[in-house]
């Protein structure tokens, strides 16, 4: 996040592909809706589901919460 607020291009493509990384190799062991967004790049959704929170906004692929 530090990364995006100052404009560090290079360090956000770095992350970014590290965690398409994670996503490619461990997808059968997070939560599928963690999965989800890592995978639509929905970080903050990402970071809003790991932080425990339940009224994660629907976006735009009009899917529906999955509940745990």
Same mark, same amino acid.
């Given at each position: 996040? !530090?990364?995006?607020?100052?404009? %560090?291009?290079?360090?956000?493509?770095?992350?970014?592909? &590290?965690? %398409? !990384?994670? *996503?490619?190799?461990?997808?059968?062991?997070?939560?599928?809706?963690? !999965?989800?967004? *890592?995978?639509?790049?929905?970080?903050?959704?990402? *970071?809003?589901?790991?932080?425990?929170?339940? %009224? /994660?906004? /629907?976006?735009?692929?009009?899917? &529906?919460?999955?509940?745990?």
């Amino acid at each position: 996040m !530090g990364a995006i607020a100052q404009s %560090d291009g290079p360090t956000i493509a770095s992350e970014m592909a &590290r965690l %398409d !990384g994670f *996503l490619q190799f461990g997808r059968r062991e997070l939560h599928p809706q963690l !999965g989800h967004f *890592l995978e639509n790049r929905s970080y903050a959704k990402a *970071l809003m589901y790991l932080g425990g929170e339940s %009224d /994660i906004p /629907i976006g735009v692929c009009g899917g &529906r919460a999955v509940k745990s």
